[in-house]
């Protein structure tokens, strides 16, 4: 069954270097989302994208944090400046339609650390 | 705004006893409904939804869930588990229009003993 795939499981940086988190998403599909996780926390929505563009952004997401499809097969998301409060697992999504009929999938995520 | 209760941040039990993950949400308008499983280094995999009709929905794994709207609850059941279900099980919700984003819950540790 064909999966959403993350590169690197574990990316670790130091506080304000640049970072960029890696996705492969399935390959017929056409919605893609970033999600995180900090430690014992919610898993919380940071953006999704479609037809080239950001369709919905949380809070999280600000102008420290942007989306790119720069190929047509990955997707990606840098974070600017990383802070502390980075430090998280970013799972990255993808569905083939629209809601709600169309199910979710996500990858295995990246643990992302910020020292 | 929309919220997601999971009471439970652990529940432990014993292989081959019945459980029931509790889960509720907040919402004040029509919501879907979803049940993922993460297992140890793994991503999140959905395990059942509710979009509409029967409000007892079945899922994979022989997991099952059932969608009160006047207690605005959607409990996960399990008859009998095994101890592959140990995992983290997240409750999530949908609003069903305008946005397609996931409000999750904080997750619920199932830990089955043999």
């Known amino acids: 069954e064909p999966e959403v795939t993350q590169t690197p499981s574990h990316q670790v940086t130091q506080m304000g270097q640049e970072v960029i988190l890696r996705c492969v998403p399935i390959s017929n599909h056409l919605y893609f989302y970033w999600y995180r996780q900090i430690l ?17 952004k949380s809070e999280i997401f600000d102008d420290q944090f942007s989306v790119e499809r720069p190929d047509g097969s990955n997707f990606t998301l840098k974070i600017r400046s990383t802070k502390l409060e980075d430090s998280a697992m970013y799972f990255c999504a993808s569905r083939k339609g629209a809601i709600p009929n169309s199910p979710l999938h996500f990858g295995n995520g990246t643990r992302l650390t910020v020292t | ?52 009709g029967s409000t007892l929905v079945k899922g994979i794994n022989g997991f099952e869930a059932e969608f009160n709207k006047s207690q605005t609850s959607f409990h996960l059941r399990k008859p009998s588990v095994h101890i592959s279900d140990t995992a983290e099980y997240f409750c999530a919700v949908s609003v069903s229009f305008n946005t397609d984003k996931l409000i999750f819950g904080t997750g619920t540790r199932l830990q089955v003993f043999p």
């Open chain 1, 40 to 56: 014992g926390q919610k898993v919380e929505f940071l953006v999704s994208f479609y037809n080239n563009e950001i369709s919905e």
């Open chain 2, 1 to 52: 705004a929309q919220s997601v209760t999971q009471l439970d941040s652990q529940v432990p039990v014993f292989e081959e006893a019945p459980v029931e993950l509790r889960c509720n949400y907040s919402s004040s308008v029509s919501v879907y409904l979803f049940w993922y499983v993460q297992y140890p280094n793994q991503g999140l995999q959905l395990l059942l939804k509710y979009l509409s």
